[in-house]
């Protein structure tokens, strides 16, 4: 139920029922996070099975990035271009939620989003042939928990909004449940890597709410958003240096 | 009437890409000359289709009914799924071009425009149009009659045909076929389709096209 609550929030993912974004159950959906990022991992995985087939490598990930925007609704890439827009224009903390809300891009969402595409689109093209599949799933499952860490452990910017509705229900059982999970899915599918994984996802998660507290009144949805793009960008880049390092030792 | 010209002027872009390409590829890295001949088209074509990409993007993710969906297409401004569309379609023309394999390179840069745009003058023939408030895009839509259709449709077969034999055929059906998507999602969510429609579909087929070519002709290797 509140998994189902999770995979209707974070994926556009058909589902039977239309289930309400209220109540405790949201608090329980955040323990479902990385499951849910490991699901989509999964699916990325499988798409670049079948396309490589068909389709050089760079080709693939192209379609690989198009298919996430589309299985997310491109929710985290809109949180990422508004919070380039909000931080790096030089307001007020207040003037800068008020840009966080505004639907179009501005300059720095555009130069922060084809910075960011272009790296992701690099760090896929350097994924090592072997674990493709591995470090997709482990990439995506922990930036749903650094979201989920990120919701529990720092303060709330706003009096409302979707993110509000998440960290009002939002406890240390939640980000435990998903510490778990996202423990198990990392450490099950890339050992000990996968766990070093998580522990870079916390510094990345710590070092961009602390960057962000020094700019806003607090956290925000855009913001969860803008830290699940930036860790599965870095993890991603990350990844094969540490699955070397591993080999060699 | 411009539209059956449309494809003619395709192979036109068509054929100063591959000459660019040629003239280029002595000279400079293959990363550069991929980027440089994306830039050629937006710039030669004034960014014309990709504004259209962008608008589309924008108003089809919009959740609200088609008339504010339809009103939000004459924002020149951009919202998030338009620049995320941009990005990626850029992005997937570079890798497209950078990836073309050596025997297939000119001529899939010869009919790549001229393909995107049949699936223009085919999209103006066989789908209904979302505005009554006259414009450029509605002009071309009256005037594009089946004759019209035929006389672009013809042009276009015969340059495949000359380019690539038969697997120009494959081509032209996955061209058809990307087409229809887009039209039919834009007749759900629009309740027709926009001169920024066709716009779009022009550049996806374009893009497409690229791809299209060497999977027709068994070029990539596996």
Known sequence: ?249 | MALPFFPAVGLLLGALLAAGEWALRPLLAPTVVSALLVAALVVLTGALHLDGLVDTCDALCLNAAPAERLALMHDSRARDPGAIAACLLLLGKFAAILLLPETVRTSALLVAPLVGRWANVAAYWGYPYARRTPGASLALKQGATRARMLAATAFTCGGLLLVLGPAGGLVLLGAAALTHLVACLSRQRLGGLTGDVYGAITELVEAATLVLVPLAVGAYES
């Open chain 1, 1 to 249: 139920m509140s998994l189902l609550v999770a995979l209707q929030f974070l994926t556009r993912l058909p589902l039977p029922a239309g289930l309400p974004i209220a109540g405790p159950a949201l608090g329980r959906a955040l323990g479902w996070f990385p499951l849910v990022g490991a699901l989509l991992g999964a699916v990325l995985a499988a798409a670049d099975w079948a396309l490589s087939h068909a389709l050089p490598r760079g080709l693939v990930d192209v379609l690989l990035l198009a298919l996430l925007a589309l299985l997310t609704g491109g929710l985290h890439l809109d949180g990422f271009m508004d919070t380039c827009d909000g931080l790096f224009s030089l307001r007020s903390p207040e003037e800068r939620l008020a840009i966080f809300r505004d639907s179009r891009v501005g300059s720095f969402g555009v130069v922060g989003l084809t910075t960011l595409l272009l790296l992701q689109w690099a760090a896929l093209g350097a994924l090592p042939s072997a674990h493709r599949a591995g470090c997709l799933i482990v990439a995506l499952a922990t930036a749903r928990w650094a979201m989920v860490y990120a919701i529990v452990a720092f303060p709330y910017g706003r009096a409302e909004g979707l993110g509000r509705v998440f960290k009002d229900q939002a406890g240390p059982h939640a980000l435990l449940v998903a510490t778990a999970l996202g423990a198990l899915i990392a450490g099950g599918v890339l050992g000990g890597v996968g766990l070093v994984t998580l522990a870079l996802a916390a510094l990345i998660a710590w070092l961009f709410a602390r960057y962000c507290l020094g700019r806003l009144p607090g956290l925000t949805g855009d913001t969860y958003g803008a830290l699940n793009e930036l860790v599965q960008t870095l993890l991603l880049v990350l990844l094969p240096p540490l699955l070397r390092g591993q080999g060699a030792g």
